[in-house]
């Protein structure tokens, strides 16, 4: 399967810890997207690259979050002192092209913070 | 701010029938719109796109209808399926991608 892939599927943390998500996009596409999704909601965009750089963040992306694709290929999203708020589904996605509006998505990391 | 929304949150349509999922959006300078189909558990999946020149887009079994005057797009799936019961997404470009809250498409057997 060459889709988009994400580790872990699932994430049980306490309060005030970290965590940290990967994502591995498909193999050609330079576009990569964070998002949030709650129960009964729509995805949140929360941040995208191209290719190695990270060229927009949401408001929602507070600064405990941080995210990172150091070579261009997979991503990391890490959520620091982690909040009961925080818990939702962390979908990541990957494009290919000048546009990246097709988009294709991962089965997510669903986080419960106790 | 930008968004898009949906008329409705859920949709029952028996077996067979076809069905239509609307969509409304606020900024009228997206370029493009995209419809997703969410199954319990995955992520979403890329069903049809279609930009804003364009008012009608036909894929297999499905057709998007995107009127800019009303600022409202819809999906239409022909002989809806079992397979079909899923959550659909709307969404649109504007600095970012805007998903609207979903409609939860349920088909009687």
Redesign the interface.
């Known amino acids: 399967d060459t889709g988009?892939s994400q580790d872990p599927r699932h994430k049980i943390t306490k309060r005030g810890q970290n965590v940290t998500f990967r994502c591995d996009p498909i193999s050609e596409h330079n576009r990569l997207?964070w998002?949030r999704q709650t129960l009964?909601?729509?995805?949140?965009?929360l941040t995208?690259f191209q290719n190695e750089a990270q060229l927009?963040k949401?408001r929602l992306l507070s600064d405990r979050f941080s995210a990172e694709r150091p070579k261009g290929s997979f991503s990391t999203l890490e959520i620091q002192r982690t909040e009961q708020g925080d818990s939702a589904m962390y979908?990541c996605?990957s494009s290919y092209g000048p546009?990246g509006?097709?988009?294709?998505?991962?089965?997510?990391t669903r986080l419960t913070v106790t | 701010g930008e968004s898009v929304g949906l008329h409705l949150p859920t949709l029952s349509v028996q077996e067979g029938d076809n069905s239509i999922i609307n969509c409304a959006y606020s900024n009228s300078a997206s370029d493009?719109f995209?419809w997703?189909k969410q199954e319990s558990?995955?992520?979403?999946?890329?069903i049809i796109?279609i930009r804003s020149n364009m008012d009608k887009r036909q894929g297999q079994r499905v057709t998007v209808l995107l009127n800019k005057t009303v600022k409202h797009l819809s999906l239409q799936i022909a002989a809806t399926q079992p397979g079909d019961s899923a959550v659909y997404?709307c969404?649109g470009?504007g600095?970012?991608?805007?998903?609207?809250?979903?409609t939860s498409l349920t088909v009687i057997p």
Do not use: H, M, R, W
Request: avoid cysteine; charged fraction near 10%; glycine fraction near 18%.
């Open positions: 988009v997207y998002y009964g909601q729509g995805p949140e965009f995208y927009e949401s979908l996605a546009s509006y097709e988009q294709y998505f991962g089965p997510g | 493009y995209i997703y558990g995955k992520g979403p999946q890329f796109d997404f969404a470009t600095n970012q991608f805007y998903f609207g809250t979903g």
